[in-house]
């Protein structure tokens, strides 16, 4: 039960990027096509569930045990870096159109500050290496589901007349800012 | 302390490095090694002006082919040169492009927006969509000059852009951030295959003209002084700007905008001038044509629409060869148009010129016995152009027609204009109202004989251009109208000796919208003749279609033309195309000039691309909003006329070329009267009844 709630509370309460507002420029940036999103939601899912247990036996084990969490922030970044650096070599081979349609946006996973959000908030929460695990994963769904609802938005609105002036990226951002606001109904379900 | 800490980042640095040096040897991906010496060569200052993030990006786009050996907008020919040894592309075929400025409206935009806040072109356009008269010229702020990273872009007088071709890289910076298309990257392959869209900025002239001749931007050309300028900017559209100088019957002139204040502009007076003023310095301009690529396309038919065909299917880098039934080259224009309109020196020197570039000739073949489609296939002939015009008279169907004497006009023509004895006799009825009637009258004056012309109609319906009947008029052509020729009499002999005819009277409009003649009972007269010219329609000779079995692969119309799609000129058999009038039915030549251009762009597509297409929003019809009539704040200027080369008498005697050219102080008038339209927008320019003096004409400094 512990621990639907806390799927529930990361996917919907504490949205990372609706709630927390973070992630706003690949948010913004990779939310123009649906099969788009949907590739870069995965890849943060996948890296921040990675990244978010690897940095909590960083803390864990090295860290904490020295006195070093002032470290905390350098090391995390550290960690987060070398994994992307992973992943893109991983999908490269493994998976190319995935990786060609990600395109600039792998790489700036690297300076996505949900990814080192949601690490940093695991350890700012004192959850157990499991409860990493599932928030990590459930946040990363949440950016995910954000992103795609977006983009699905966004592609209906391509069609619409709208002003020249509100074309793109100022759209984009009004639509984020009213996603945000129905986001904020889920606010005391969980905490 | 700070050793822990400087150990667990260095542990931590230490174990991803490890990590990554094993990932990176098993998850290793083959990448082209030529992206890697592509980069190498690229002149290495990331400065993104090709349009791709850095030089591994652009290194990356040339190994995909999606840009080519000039990739590198600061290397120059060096770096290119290098790119296409490693590519092992022939670098002499990459094609120069720069940044064609094609907005020629003037000043205008300047008046509408007065707020100083937002000078960019880009917030005008988010806020207004653009100015309130035109929505598709040039706003005029220039941000097109701040985004060309190589000073090659500057406003000029006029508030428009100029480019300077000579610092232009064609990186493309200033076409991006220009929200009005005003600029675009050309080369010449793209300016000869574009066809006017309803979005380019189309002057009412240019708009009008079959040929699609960039009209305003050759008369600005003309008024620098810049004519060989002005010729490049005509000869993409057209290959013959001599002959077409002195027999279009100019329609562009009849939409001209300056028509509403005073007379339109002298349009293809210019254009004579300016082609004039190449033979007669008697050195040929350059013409650029792309490298041959050796693919050979066989053009059928000399005339016009083949003779355009050819001269662009050879600039777009084809070999083409012309197959003429004829003994010369110029259809219609050599046996057609006589000798005083267009002198046939004139026209050797044009078909010459054409010819230079690489067009092969053979002459006296007849399509359809000396060669079939079959035939050209074999040889090696990827694609057929056919443009055999329209040589096949109508009859009159009336008692007599077949008496000795009895001739069509383009028969009584072609006799002129290769010079064999017509057999004329002293007194000559010509049959019809249309140009040719109106060449046979003329021509019939001047072998020294008295002619009427005979018209079922009145003068205001004659399908001839006014100058042409006012000539015919003025060299003693007698005009005979509401008559319609009711038989033809001859003597025992068999020689025609009158025309029997019937008044006529007008009667209901017919579907043409003009009246309907209806003969007068009892009214019969008759008109004492040893000559009978008729000339009252043509079309095309289409048996050469059909095999032995009478089987036609090829589609025949109603109105008994060749059938094709009407904007790629695509035939039923793919590889075939056709134009001209072979295709429309006797039409202008410029039509056929044009149609010529359109199938040598339907050609080369069919041959790169496998079909041949065009844009979804190609102008066809006048576009109505720029039609508008009331063109306040210009002055009076008189148009200029085109002198006499030589008087009446003489006229009537001599196949002497009648009309001479403009000088150059009335050609510089007459530019200076082109009110420089853009889509809707004109160049106002003076107070209201100002005279003007060529020399302090505000527009041409
Ligand atoms: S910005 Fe425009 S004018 Fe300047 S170099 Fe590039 S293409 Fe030429
Ligand atoms: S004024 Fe000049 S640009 Fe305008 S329609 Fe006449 S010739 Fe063309």
Redesign the pocket.
């Known amino acids: 039960m512990d621990y639907f709630v806390l799927i529930i509370a990361a996917i919907f309460v504490n949205n990372i990027v609706l709630a927390q507002y973070l992630g706003n420029c690949p948010f913004i940036g990779t939310s123009k096509e649906s099969s788009v999103a949907i590739g870069m939601g995965l890849a943060v899912v996948f890296v921040a569930t990675m990244a978010a247990c690897i940095t909590w036996c960083v803390q864990q084990f090295m860290l904490a045990p020295n006195d070093l969490d002032y470290l905390q922030t350098i090391a995390f970044i550290l960690v987060i870096a070398a994994l992307v650096q992973f992943v893109e070599m991983f999908l490269k081979k493994v998976i190319p159109p995935l990786y060609k349609s990600l395109g600039i946006f792998l790489p700036l996973i690297t300076t996505n500050c949900a990814v080192l959000g949601i690490a940093i908030i695991c350890q700012r929460e004192e959850f157990s290496f499991i409860e990493t695990l599932v928030f990590s994963m459930a946040s990363g769904f949440g950016f995910m589901l954000a992103l795609v609802v977006l983009a699905s938005i966004r592609e209906r609105l391509d069609l619409a007349r709208v002003p020249v002036s509100m074309k793109g990226t100022p759209l984009g951002l009004i639509m984020a800012g009213l996603m945000s606001l129905a986001f904020f109904a889920f606010k005391g379900m969980a905490s | 302390m700070i050793t822990a800490s400087v150990l667990v980042l260095f542990g931590i640095g230490l174990t991803a490095a490890v990590i990554l040096a094993v990932a990176s040897k098993v998850l290793y991906v083959y990448e082209d090694p030529r992206i890697a010496q592509v980069e190498s060569v690229l002149a290495g200052a990331n400065c993104g ?1 090709c349009g791709f993030p850095g030089c591994a990006g652009a290194a990356q786009g040339v190994v995909d082919g999606k840009a080519g050996a000039t990739v590198c ?1 600061i290397g120059g020919d060096e770096v290119a040169k290098n790119v296409a040894a490693i590519m092992g592309l022939d670098f002499s075929s990459v094609e120069k492009k ?2 064609f400025v094609d907005c020629t409206g003037g000043t205008r935009a300047e008046e509408i927006y007065e707020y100083q806040g937002v000078k960019d072109c880009r917030a005008q356009h988010m806020l207004y969509s653009g100015s309130k008269m035109c929505p598709e010229g040039c706003l005029g702020y220039g941000t ?1 000059v701040t ?7 500057a406003m000029g007088p006029d508030g428009y852009p100029v ?2 071709p000579e ?9 991006q951030v220009c929200p009005r298309g005003v ?1 675009t ?1 050309w080369g010449m392959t793209a300016r000869i295959k574009h066809l006017n869209e309803n979005t380019d900025c189309l002057a009412p002239c240019r708009q009008r003209c079959p040929g699609q001749i960039n009209i305003p931007r050759y008369i600005e050309q003309v008024s620098r002084g810049d004519f060989a300028g002005a010729l490049e900017t005509i000869r993409e559209r057209i290959p013959m700007p001599l002959s077409i100088g002195r027999v279009c019957p100019h329609p562009c002139e009849g939409v001209c905008r300056r028509g509403h204040v005073d007379e339109s502009v002298g349009i293809n007076m210019i254009k004579r001038f300016v082609a004039d003023w190449e033979m007669n310095s008697g050195q040929r301009l350059p013409i650029s044509c792309a490298p041959e690529n050796g693919r050979r396309v066989a053009v059928v038919g000399g005339g016009p629409a083949g003779l355009s065909c050819a001269f662009f299917l050879r600039r777009l880098g084809y070999s083409p060869t012309i197959f003429e039934s004829m003994p010369k080259l110029g259809g219609q224009l050599r046996y057609g148009i006589p000798e005083y309109r267009l002198p046939k020196s004139v026209l050797d020197w044009e078909i010459e010129g054409i010819l230079g570039l690489g067009v092969d000739v053979v002459t006296e073949q007849l399509f359809g016995k000396d060669f079939t489609l079959d035939s050209l296939a074999e040889d090696g002939f990827e694609a057929v152009f056919l443009g055999i015009g329209a040589w096949m008279n109508m009859t009159l169907r009336i008692e007599g027609e077949d008496s000795i004497g009895v001739e069509t006009g383009t028969e009584f023509l072609t006799k002129v204009g290769l010079g064999v004895d017509t057999g004329i006799g002293k007194r000559v009825v010509v049959i019809g109202g249309g140009n040719t009637a109106i060449d046979t009258a003329r021509s019939s004056v001047r072998l020294g004989a008295h002619v009427t012309m005979m018209y079922r109609r009145t003068r205001d319906e004659m399908p001839a251009h006014i100058e042409e009947i006012e000539g015919a008029e003025e060299e003693s052509v007698k005009y005979l109208y509401l008559a319609a020729p009711n038989r033809i009499i001859a003597d025992e002999s068999g020689h025609v000796t009158h025309v029997e005819y019937i008044q006529m009277q007008l009667g209901e409009p017919d579907d043409s919208g003009r009246r309907r003649p209806v003969p007068i009972e009892g009214s019969e007269s008759l008109i004492e003749c040893d000559t009978v010219y008729t000339s009252i329609g043509q079309k095309p000779e289409l048996s050469c279609l059909y095999d032995e079995n009478g089987a036609c692969t090829l589609e025949e119309t109603r109105w008994r033309t060749l059938g094709a799609d009407p904007e790629t000129l695509q035939t039923a058999i793919p590889n075939v195309f056709t134009g001209g009038d072979m295709h429309t039915g006797p039409a202008l030549v410029i039509t056929a000039l044009g149609e010529g251009r359109k199938a040598a762009r339907s050609i080369d597509q069919y041959l790169t691309e496998g079909v041949p297409h065009v844009s979804s929003n190609i102008q066809r019809e006048l576009i109505p909003y720029t039609m508008f009539t009331d063109v306040p704040d210009v002055g009076y200027r008189k148009r200029s006329a085109l002198p006499h080369q030589i008087e009446c008498d003489e006229r009537m005697c001599t196949f002497k070329e009648i009309e001479g050219p403009l000088s150059l102080e009335e050609v510089k008038h007459e530019t200076c009267r082109c009110l420089r339209c853009g889509l809707t927008c004109y160049n106002r320019d003076m107070v209201e009844g100002q005279e003007c003096q060529a020399e302090d004409c505000i527009k041409n400094p």
Request: proline share 0%; glycine share 16%.
């Open positions: 002006g907008v720069i940044a097109c985004a060309c990273q190589f000073g090659a872009i480019v300077d610092l232009c890289t064609a990186c493309g910076g200033c076409e600029i990257i």
